[in-house]
Nanobody
């Protein structure tokens, strides 16, 4: 099993920056893909960014490309999401997720482990 705990959410103004962190523990050696998803009230959970083991490949949703950066610190078993130029439409609960294999990095059902989420609220 793998446990994921997110932190770093909060209330910011449009244009501000925020960095989310995800601490992973347990059988982290089994993780092949780590990703960030978000879910706004009344909406489906949507893909934000993903990183393949080793950090050589990263993927982003079009809505965040150029503003968000996903990274990983293997020594700390941590995943990060640096969010710049935040917009009100970025308001959501952000979830960290991990998968043992890569089939569709943008599809929530393909992920095996999930954190409980951290709230990000961007006021305009």
């Amino acid at each position: 099993q793998v446990q994921l705990v997110e932190s770093g959410g909060g209330l910011v103004q449009a244009g501000d920056s925020l960095r989310l962190s995800c601490a992973a523990s347990g059988r982290t050696f089994s993780i092949f893909v780590m990703g960030w998803f978000r879910q706004a009230p009344g909406q489906a959970r949507e893909f934000v960014a993903a990183l393949i083991r080793g950090g050589s490949r990263t993927y982003y949703a079009d809505s965040v490309k150029g503003r968000f950066t996903i990274s990983r610190d293997n020594a700390k078993n941590a995943l990060y999401l640096q969010m710049n130029s935040l917009k009100s439409e970025d308001t959501a609960v952000y979830y960290c997720a991990a998968a043992r294999s890569l089939s569709d990095y943008a599809s929530p059902p393909r992920y095996d482990y999930w954190g409980r989420g951290t709230q990000v609220t961007v006021s305009s």
